[in-house]
């Protein structure tokens, strides 16, 4: 009987606990995406306003998103994807460990770092915007006596221009989160570790990184399964006016949705949607399974 109890209580302390990630999942997921995924499958008559159900829209996207255009787009998306995750990552890990040890201005690092997310984006666009407009040209004429085009005008420099941008706004939380991690680790370990001749680049991959790699699935994990939705703040430089070669899917499919006459162009529009979605949750999938799998160990 008391084991019986107990296996109640337990049953309901599930049932409590998982109530609020389905509500959240229920709400947030499918009641928002929930009419996008309707509209994947339909024709709209703007004219009679009336509905049909159809494979056109999957169809038609799947033929635009092979044209070479789109698969352009898809290519700036995992690239723009592998570098500011690649460099941020590594960036954020190395200030997190400098503020971990607590050195010298390791406090203002991490106020610093920070500001760019306190910020309104419009604001740190609008500065950075003009540093790598103005500033820097003018200061190039200055040593050099030449004329240089603005970082973001020149079509050569324009693309590492945004990426240096969004890697240096992802600072903020990715620091944060992986310096609070690394104070949660045993200073007996890192003691421990010292006394048998540990260094500190010993001490930052043997210890500290097995230590909070859980941190860092999550951020990964988190990050593949956004790179579609990723815009790189494309619309806050540009407007609907980004150049095409600098495009993601997630400024493309958002100027589409806002430059969109009229409900007959939604069908297309969640169509690519849901495409997107089918090959963004195994990549997901696989790549948490990977960093599972082949991370490293605690021990």
């Not at 971990?100 to 309104?120: D, E, T």
């Not at 005008?153 to 324009?158: A, G, K, L, V």
């Not at 095409?244 to 997630?250: C, F, L, P, S, V």
Request: glycine share 6%; proline share 4%; aromatic share 16%.
């Amino acid at each position: 009987m008391t084991k019986h109890r107990k296996l109640n209580k337990d049953l309901i302390f599930y049932i409590l606990m998982m109530i609020i990630p389905i509500t959240q999942f229920a709400i947030f997921y499918i009641g928002v995406n929930g009419r996008s995924f309707l509209y994947a499958f339909q024709k709209i008559d703007i004219k009679t306003l009336s509905i049909s159900w159809t494979w056109d829209s999957m169809s038609n996207a799947f033929k635009k998103m092979t044209d070479a255009s789109l698969l352009r787009t898809l290519g700036v998306s995992f690239g723009s994807y592998a570098l500011t995750y690649t460099i941020g990552t590594l960036f954020a890990l190395l200030f997190s460990y400098f503020i971990y040890k607590k050195l010298p201005m390791g406090s203002f690092f991490k106020v610093m770092l920070f500001l760019p997310s306190i910020l309104s984006a419009i604001v740190m666009v609008t500065i950075y915007q003009y540093f790598v407009e103005i500033a820097i040209p003018s200061i190039h004429s200055s040593l050099f006596h030449s004329t240089i085009k603005g970082l973001l005008e020149n079509p050569d420099s324009r693309f590492a221009t945004i990426i240096f941008y969004n890697i240096l706004v992802s600072f903020g939380t990715n620091v944060l989160m992986y310096s609070n991690a690394m104070s949660g680790l045993s200073n007996d370990v890192i003691e421990a570790a010292k006394i048998d001749g540990c260094n500190s680049w010993q001490e930052f991959f043997h210890i500290v990184l097995p230590g909070i790699y859980p941190t860092i699935t999550t951020f990964a994990v988190t990050s593949v399964a956004a790179i579609f939705v990723n815009q790189l703040n494309l619309f806050s430089f540009y407007g609907t006016t980004a150049p095409e070669e600098i495009q993601t899917y997630g400024y493309y499919l958002y100027k589409m949705t806002i430059n969109a006459s009229n409900e007959a162009e939604y069908p297309l529009i969640c169509a690519i949607g849901l495409l997107l979605t089918l090959i963004a949750v195994p990549l997901t999938l696989l790549a948490k399974f990977l960093l599972e799998k082949f991370g490293p160990s605690e021990d």
